[in-house]
């Protein structure tokens, strides 16, 4: 229990810390004068256009984190991440395809479905890849994941450099492309909060066969699995979870690495407490990278991508050091 309640003050206390960053600093009295509705001017641009956006930061990294747990454990993988997996550089080849190409559907509707089919499709090729070289374990894995990755990042440039012309500003793509997060409406914050709700449960839904393929899966079969299904299954929830953050944050990597880590740390293996830690530990630090990203170097930002980069590089190498010992 204390472990939670300290997950719990994590995350407000970075949510907090997003509400007073940012140009301007504000201290918590101003936030809390704006949550009580307060009419002064700070306080209105407070709570319509910064508070959601920390909010939508921090659903976004619960995500990401949803997303790390899952592929890392249906992977047995502790180095699988959306990332570079290549799902979330297929959801921003499907989201920039629905950025740039003029399609007879909406782009509130595109952007979602193309980015959902490119996270989708591109864990499909990994997984492919991998199997057709033999072997799923981790310097396979790896390889295709960025052998996929690095072609379709050729794609979605030779897109933008096609396509984007005086309709279509290359900024906003590439600034989508880098990760960074948009100012939602609280109509929009309460859509997303459900797309997460929703992620979580299925990934919680997820947990105990999680477990059994963790032991192997002919452990896993005599348990009554069939394996090759819920590994389909488990592909499909976290590809959905992924696209839907890439949606809102564009593409932020190693969150999904970093979080389930972190959790398992303190928790163990077991993903029934794996994943909703995950949701929770993501969720602090995309809020906190956002805060960094909006007031390091003001008035400009810098791209949510790059500070998750910086800081989670390190952290990838440090675990890529570890990746012989026994996960």
Known sequence: MRYWLTLLAFVLVAIAIGAC???????????LRAIAGETSIESALLFEWRLPRVVAAALVGALLGLGGAVFQGVFRNPLAEPYLLGSAGGAALGATIALLVPLAVSQAFSLPILAFIGAWGATLLVIG??????????????????????????LRSFLMLALSDETVSLQVVLSWVLGGMQT??????????????????????????????????????????DVSRFVALAVLVGSATVAASVTVGGLVGFVGLAAPHIA??????????VIPASAAIGAGIVALADAIARSALPPAEIPLGLVTAVAGGPFFLFLLARSRKKW
């Open 21 to 31: 960053a940012g140009h301007t600093w504000v201290t918590p009295a101003s936030v």
């Open 129 to 154: 890849v991998s199997r057709a070289a033999g072997a799923l374990d981790v310097p396979t894995l790896l390889l295709s994941g960025v052998a996929v990755s690095a072609v379709l990042g050729a």
């Open 184 to 225: 939602p409406t609280w109509i929009g914050v309460g859509g997303l909060a459900v797309v997460t709700a929703i992620a979580l449960a299925a990934c919680l839904a997820l947990a105990s066969g999680l477990d059994k393929l963790g032991l192997g899966e002919t452990m896993a079969t005599a348990f009554g699995m």
């Open 264 to 273: 398992r740390w303190r928790l163990g293996p077991l993903h029934r407490s």
